[in-house]
C-alpha cells in the first residue's frame, strides 16, 4: 500500500507538471471537435434525435417565461427550492440547445440567468431552512448547491463564447469565484470527506476549475486541500467503491454516487488525458457503472437496500451518462445498448452520438445480467451482496442476500437480509426507506422519524431477528466495526448458492444463512431453497419474517385472523409498528400460498418443536400515517441451542383474469423431512413431483458446501 | 305493447314458415364461401395473421397432448373443472386451424375428442359438486356446460364435412342429442328464464338445432319452449338490455351476456338472414355492444359496479366478438378499430378478417368516449348510469354515477355511488366483489361470504349510508321494487352535470346527488364539484365514505391515526369489517390531499355543525383474511333535517420518482363557503386561482339546474 501510494503520487505530480490544459470550449460532455457530428446525429439518430427534441423543448420553456432568481428561502420540495432546481436544468439544457441549434437567443438566456445569480449570490446568507446537515446558500443542504454548480458549470462552458468577456468576469468573479470559495472554505469538511457528498463538492471545483482555467482548483478536487492526496477525487475513486465497482450505501446511493465522479471524470479525460482516468485504479470507474447496471432486477428498479426510494430505476439521469460514457469511453460492450433503450434517452452529447448511433444501427444485445457476488469494502474485504438470477430478461427469478457492510448512516439492520423477484415483480420485498421525496408535507420530504422506528430496524427485513431486538440494537457505531463473511458462492446453473455468516450482530448468536436456486427436473423455474442456521448455546426468540407482495391464497395449517380489537406486537425495535393480525401452531411442517402478479408462490417450511407462525401488517404506532400498511408471515421458534429455519419457495401456475382461467394453482413441491440439523451439518429431504431430492450443507468456521441429490 | 307482441309473433311465424335454413359447412363465425379470403388475410394483415398464429399454436399444443375427457369431479379452477374448460377452447381452436390450413390432422382431433364425449356422455349423473346453482353435467353449474356447448357446436360445425358421416351419426346422437335434451328438459327452467344464465343456453340449443339442422330446437331457442315469444332469444333481447343496451346486472356481466347474444344473432344471421336480426329492436345489439365499450375507463377495465371482478378489460373474448361483429356485420365506425388494436385480437372469421384488413389499412380512429347517461330497465325507465368525461384517451377524468335498478341478485346497495377516474388510474374507487375468480383455496373460487357481509354493503361505496343501516336494509326484494331518477343531466363542455335522486332506499330520508366536472378559468383540468344532500324531517347520523386509492399526503385538521389498539367500527352492514384509524373534528371546513399514481388529488370540503372525519381500512372480522385492506375517509355528520356534503376534489400537481421532482403540489382551490341551503337550493362560492365561483342548485321534486358564476 505504501509502495502504491508512492506510485499515485508520483502519477498525480506528473500530471501536473503539465500544467497548461487545452482551453477550448465546450469541452466536457460536448467537445468543440464534434458539435458538427451531434449536430448531424440530431437529425439522423432516433434515440440522439427524440432526446434533442426533449432537450430544447425544456430550453424553449425556459427562455420563454420570465427568468426568476429567488431569495432562497424553502425546503426540499418548496417552490424556491424547486425553482432553483430548474435553473440549473434549464441553464444546462439550454447550453446544449445553443450549441446545437447556433441559436444565439439561448445563449442569451444563460447569460441573462447567470448575471442574475451574479448580481444576488453574494447577498445571500447562509440558507434559513438549515438542517442537521451542511447548509448550502442557495439550497438548505450544501449538497443541492454542489451538484448546482455541476450542472451550471457545464452549461456556462457551452456557451462560454457566446457571453460578452465583460459578463464573463462579472459572472466569473460575482458567482463562480465565491463559489469556489464557499465550496472549499466554508465546506472544508465536505471537500475533504471520502463521502458521497464531497464527490459533488470536488467535481463542482474541479469542473469550475477547468472552465475557469483556476488550476490550483482542479489539483484540490483531485488531491484535497492539502494537495497530498489523501482526499480529493482520486482518493475517492479509490476508497468510495469496493474494487469490483460496489459502494458501501447500496444500489440506490450508488446510483446516484456515480454521477459526479463520471462527469467529472469525462472533464478529466478531455483536459488531461495524459492522466488516463478511466483506467484508473484498474477501471474501477466502469466496474462500478456496470456494478450498478447488475444491482438492478429487469425491471429496472434498483434493490431497495438501506435507505432507498422504491421506484427509482436505471432510466435516472445518473446511469443516462453512467451507460452513455460506458459505452462510448470506456469500451463498453453492445448490451449497454439494451439498457440505453430502456432508458429511451441519450445525453446530448459525443457519447450519446456514439450509442444513439450503435442503436439505429441494430447493435444492441440484450442486458447480460450475471449471478454475481459483489465485495464490499475498499480493499474487498468488508462481506459484500450475493445476487443469483436465473431466466431470461423477460421472466427472470432473482435472488438478493445481503451480507454487505453497514453502508455509513444510510444502512439498515437488515444482516443476511434477503429478496427474491420472479416475473417482473417482488415476491419477498424490502420495505425500502419511509419517506415521501420531495413531498414537503410529509417532514418537509426527507426522512420520516419512522424511517429510524421501523424502515432500519431488523424486522423489517427478511432476516433473522432474535429477542425481538435488532442488530447490533441499530447501534450504526457498532454496526459499522464488523462485516458478514461469505462462506461460500456458486454460479453453477442449476444449483447455485450464496453461503454467508454474520457473528457479531448478536452477543451470543451467530447467524448463518445459505440461499439456493435449485433446478429440480422437470420444472420451469428453479426452487428457492433458504436454509437459516442460528448457532447459540443460550435459550433465545428467533423471528424470520417473509415480507410478501400479493394476497395469500392458501395457508395450510389453521389460521384464523383477529376479528377485531388489533395489538402492536411489540415495544421497540420496530415491532411497535406491526398490527398483529394471527398466530398459529404449526407442527412438523407447513407452507402458505400467495398469488402475486398472476402467479402463486408456495413456501413450504419444516417447523421445529413449538413453531409459531405469526401474520402482521404495517401500520401500529404510526400517528401521521407515514407507513405503507405492507404484510408478512413470521416463522417464530423459540430455541435453547440455536434453530435452523429451512424452507423452499416455489413458483406455480398462473391465473389470467382476462380469459378467467386458472392454471397449477397446487404446488408441485413438499414433503419436507429434517435428516440431520448440528453446527458441521444440515440436511433434509423434500419432494417435487415424483423426486425426492436430499440437501446437505456441510459447515466449518469459514465455509461451506451445498449437495443436492 | 300488445300490438307489438302481435307483430313480433307475426315475424317470427313469418320466419319460421320458410323452415329450410342454408345447410351448408361452415356456416357461422367463419362461413364456407369466405374460408379462402381468411385463409389469403391470415398471411396478409397483421391482426389476423397474430390471432391466427395463436390459434395454431393453441390448435397444436392440443393435437400434440394426450385426449383427456375426464370424469366430471371438481368445482370452478379444479382439474376436471380447467380440463373440460381446455376441451372445448381446443375444440373449437382445431375447427379453425383445420378451415385455415386445411390439415385433417385438426379435424380428426375434433373427432377424435368428441367421440370419446359421445362415449361417456350419457353415462355421467348430475355433477357432484353441484351447489346452490342449477346444476351441470360436465361442471358444477349449468351455465358452464351451456358455454362449452356453445363453442363446440362452432368447432364442430367447422370441421363438419371431414367427419365421416357415421361418426357424426354417433356424435349426435350420444353427445348432441343428449345435450339438447338436457338443456331443453332438465334445464326446463333456465332456458326459459329471462337472464343471462338463460341466454347461453338459448344460443347453445338454438346454434346446436341450426347445425343439426333440427329447426325445432332453433324455434324453441328463439320463441321458448311453448313457442310462444313469451321467453327465448328474441324476448330476451326485448327485455334484458335497456333502450340503448344497458344491460341491468352492470357492466362486469353486461361484458359476459352479450356474447351468447352476439353469437347466436351471427348464426340466425347466415341461416336466417331474412329475419334482419341486427335490426331487431331499433338495433339494440349494437347498441350494447358500444355501450358496453362506453362502460369501461380509458384503461380498458370495466367500471367495477356490483359483483364485478376489477381486472376484467375489454380484451376479454367476449368484446372480441363483439367489436368485430359490430364493425363488420353492423355498420360500426372506425373508432372501433381503435379498440381492436388494444385487444390485439381478433375472431379468426369473416368479421375479423374484415377488422385486420381495415386496421392494416390504417383506418382507425381514436375511440370516442362520451360523457353519456344510460337509462335502465327494458323500457328505459328504471334509473341509468351517469357517466361525464373530461379531456383525451391518454389522460381522461371520468365520473361514473350509479342511479340504475338494483341489478338483481349480483346488484350492490350503492344508490347513488360515485366512481372517480383520472390519469389512467382510480381515485375513489369501488371495491367490486369479494372474490379470487376460480381459485380452488378461495371458497372453491367463488363469491367469498364477505361479498355479502362487505362487498354489496352500502359503507362500501362512495355513497351516503345512514345510521349505519344499508339502502333497503340489504334486502334485495326491497331494492328490486324501487329505481332512482334523473333530475338533470348535461353533458356540456366545461359544465357537465348528472343529478339524480333516491327516494326508498330509506324510509324517511330522500337523497340527491349532483355531481359535476366544471373546469374554471385557467385550469387544465376539470373540477369534481359533488353536493351530496339527505332530505328529512327526522334527526339521522349521515356517513359519506371516499374509498381513495393512493396514499393521504395532507390533512388540513388534527389527525392522530391509532397508534395500539384497532377496534371494528360497527357490529352490522359492513361496519364490522372496519378498522377505525382515526376520528377528527372538523370545523368550518377541511381538506384531505392524496397522492396517487403521480398526482395529487385534494378533495375540500364543507363542513357542517360537529363534522366528524373517519379514516378506515377494511380488514375487521375477516378471519381468513379474504379481503383487500383498501382505505377510505368517511365524513359523518349527525343532523335533525338532513344535511348537505358539499365537496370539490381537484387534480393537480406530479411527482416523477426518477428525476426526483416535484410539482404542483398546493392546491389552487379552496375557501369554500356556504351561501344557502334548503329543500329547493343549495348554493355556495368557492376560489380557484385568484377567482371566486358561485355555485347554485336550484331543486324540484323531479328536475335540478346548476348555475356556476
Known amino acids: 500500500m505504501n509502495y502504491l501510494n508512492k506510485v499515485i503520487r508520483a502519477l498525480i505530480f506528473l500530471c501536473f507538471s503539465c500544467s497548461c490544459f487545452a482551453q477550448v470550449h465546450p469541452n466536457m460532455m460536448l467537445t468543440k471537435g464534434n458539435v458538427a457530428a451531434v449536430r448531424q446525429g440530431c437529425q439522423q439518430y432516433p434515440l440522439l434525435k427524440s432526446s434533442f ?29 424547486e425553482q432553483h432546481k430548474r435553473n440549473y436544468q434549464n441553464i444546462l439544457n439550454c447550453g446544449i440547445a445553443y450549441q446545437i441549434t447556433g441559436e444565439k437567443k439561448y445563449a442569451d438566456y444563460v447569460r441573462n440567468i447567470l448575471l442574475k445569480y451574479a448580481d444576488q449570490y453574494e447577498k445571500w446568507p447562509m ?41 464573463r468576469a462579472t459572472i466569473e468573479q460575482h458567482l463562480f469565484m465565491p463559489i469556489l470559495n464557499f465550496f472549499t472554505k466554508d465546506c472544508y469538511k465536505t471537500f475533504n470527506l471520502i463521502h458521497n457528498h464531497g464527490t459533488w463538492c470536488l467535481a463542482a471545483v474541479g469542473m469550475t476549475g477547468y472552465v475557469l482555467h483556476k488550476p490550483e482548483y482542479v489539483e484540490m478536487a483531485l488531491k484535497g486541500s492539502a494537495k497530498d492526496g489523501k482526499t480529493g477525487y482520486l482518493a475517492q475513486l479509490q476508497q468510495l467503491f469496493s474494487p469490483v465497482g460496489y459502494y458501501t450505501e447500496g444500489p440506490y446511493y450508488q446510483r446516484y454516487a456515480i454521477l459526479p465522479f463520471v462527469i467529472f471524470a469525462k472533464a478529466i479525460q478531455q483536459y488531461q488525458p495524459q492522466m488516463h482516468i478511466y483506467n484508473y485504479a484498474n477501471g474501477v470507474l466502469a466496474k462500478a457503472i456496470n456494478t450498478s447496471l447488475q444491482l438492478t432486477y429487469t ?26 460514457l460506458a459505452y462510448s469511453d470506456m469500451g463498453g460492450s453492445a448490451d449497454l445498448l439494451d439498457i440505453a433503450q430502456q432508458q429511451n434517452q441519450v445525453i446530448v452529447s459525443d457519447a450519446g452520438l456514439k450509442v444513439a448511433k450503435a442503436v439505429a444501427e441494430g447493435k444492441t444485445q440484450p442486458f447480460r445480467y450475471k449471478s454475481m457476488w459483489f465485495r464490499d469494502g475498499n480493499k474487498g474485504d468488508e462481506g459484500g451482496l450475493g445476487v443469483l438470477r436465473y431466466g431470461k ?24 437480509n434477503l429478496l427474491y423477484y420472479d416475473h417482473g415483480t417482488e415476491v419477498f420485498s424490502d420495505y425500502g426507506s419511509a419517506r415521501f421525496l420531495n413531498i414537503d408535507t410529509k417532514s418537509g420530504g426527507g426522512y420520516l422519524p419512522e424511517n429510524k422506528s421501523w424502515a432500519k430496524q431488523t424486522v423489517a427485513h427478511n432476516t433473522v431477528v432474535v429477542d425481538q431486538t435488532s442488530h447490533f440494537k441499530a447501534k450504526v457505531g457498532d454496526a459499522e466495526k464488523y ?19 454474520e457473528e ?7 447467524l448463518v444463512r445459505t440461499s439456493i436456486l435449485f433446478k429440480p427436473e422437470g ?41 377485531n380489537n388489533l395489538q402492536a406486537l411489540g415495544k421497540d425495535f420496530g415491532y411497535q409498528h ?36 405469526q401474520f402482521v401488517t404495517v401500520g401500529a404506532n404510526d400517528p401521521q400515517n407515514n407507513l405503507r400498511n405492507e404484510k408478512a408471515f413470521i416463522l417464530s421458534q423459540k430455541a435453547n441451542n440455536g434453530c435452523s429455519f429451512i424452507s423452499l419457495t416455489e413458483t406455480h401456475g398462473a391465473t389470467d383474469p382476462i380469459a378467467e382461467t386458472v392454471v397449477g394453482s397446487v404446488k408441485r413441491s413438499g414433503n419436507l423431512s429434517l435428516i440431520k440439523d448440528d453446527k458441521q451439518q444440515t440436511s433434509f429431504s423434500f419432494a417435487y413431483k415424483k423426486h425426492t431430492y436430499t440437501v446437505t450443507i456441510n459447515y466449518t468456521d469459514n465455509t461451506s458446501n451445498v449437495q443436492i441429490n
Not at 442456521?533 to 433465545?540: A, G, I, V
Not at 404449526?586 to 409459531?612: E, P
Open 504 to 510: 457479531h450482530a448478536y452477543k451470543d448468536v451467530a
Open 299 to 324: 425491471n429496472g428498479l434498483f434493490f431497495p437496500l438501506n435507505d432507498a426510494i422504491k421506484d427509482k430505476s436505471f432510466e435516472s439521469v445518473e446511469l443516462v451518462y453512467g451507460v452513455d
Open 578 to 613: 406491526l398490527w398483529l393480525n394471527a398466530v398459529s401452531d404449526v407442527t412438523d411442517q407447513g407452507y402458505i400460498t400467495v398469488l402475486n402478479n398472476k402467479r402463486f408462490y408456495t413456501t413450504s417450511f419444516l417447523a421445529g418443536k413449538g413453531m409459531k407462525v
Open 483 to 501: 462485516y458478514p463473511k461469505l462462506l461460500s458462492f456458486s454460479d453453477k446453473p442449476g444449483l447455485q448458492v450464496v453461503s454467508v455468516k
Open 393 to 416: 430478461n423477460t421472466d427472470q427469478q432473482c435472488v438478493v442476500v445481503k451480507a454487505a457492510a453497514q453502508g455509513m448512516g444510510h444502512g439498515h439492520f437488515d444482516r443476511l
Open 53 to 81: 427534441i426533449k432537450v430544447k423543448a425544456d430550453a424553449d420553456k425556459a427562455i420563454n417565461s420570465p427568468i426568476e432568481v429567488p431569495v432562497p428561502k424553502d425546503g426540499g420540495g418548496g417552490p424556491t427550492h
Open 127 to 167: 440558507h434559513p431552512k438549515a438542517k442537521d446537515e451542511e447548509p448550502g446558500r442557495i439550497f438548505w443542504q450544501s449538497l443541492n448547491d454542489f451538484v448546482w454548480q455541476v450542472h451550471v458549470i457545464q452549461g456556462y462552458d457551452l456557451v462560454y463564447d457566446a457571453i460578452p468577456a465583460t459578463d
Open 523 to 563: 420444472a420451469d423455474k428453479e426452487l428457492l431453497i433458504d436454509v437459516f442456521k442460528t448457532l447459540s448455546d443460550q435459550p433465545h426468540q428467533y423471528d424470520l419474517p417473509f415480507w410478501y407482495q400479493g394476497h395469500i391464497t392458501d395457508i395450510s395449517f389453521k389460521t384464523v385472523f383477529n376479528s
